[in-house]
Every structure is written in structure tokens, then in C-alpha cells.
């Protein structure tokens, strides 16, 4: 799939997104580029992405993002057989997190 957003726009795209350097400039440009619903979405997906991480159970999971489980399989799915884009990231930021 990785070979979809190789052309020369997508690689403006992701370079664009690199260079951001605060939370708070990442947050504005996601802000600008989505709407609520999507950003709420990928949030969600994110903390999915974490607790499956952390070895939580689909119920658990339920429980505390509000997620369906076809949007938890997804994120599982994405985390066995995708591009490591969420382990890439889970890795870097560690424990920083609040629950």
C-alpha cells in the first residue's frame, strides 16, 4: 500500500508534516487539513492503537475509547500486517501518556 503515496505530492504532503515542530503546530495544520469528525476518528484510532500496545482487550478497549470493535480489529490489523506506522509512532512517544 506504501507504494500508493510515492508520487511526488504525497511525498510534499508527508515532508510538510515532518517539519512541523510542536504538538501545537501539527494540531493547527490537522485542524486546517480535517474536519472535527475526522481528527476525533484518528484520535480514536490512535488511543485504540496504544492500548492493543499495551496488551488491553477488545472489551477493555470498548469500555474506554467508546471505539466499535470493527474499528478495533482495523487498528489490530493495522498493527500485525500494516506498514508499523503505529508501532513507529507508539515507540517514539513511550509512556507519555494521560488516561
Known sequence: MAEL????QAKLFFEAI???ESSNECRDFFLDLCTIKELESM???YHVARLLS???VYSEIVAKTGASTATISRV???LSYGEDGYKSVISKQGDNTDE
Open 5 to 8: 503515496f510515492n508520487d511526488k
Open 18 to 20: 515532518s517539519s512541523l
Open 43 to 45: 484520535v480514536q484510532r
Open 54 to 56: 499495551e496488551g488491553k
Open 76 to 78: 489490530n490489523r493495522a
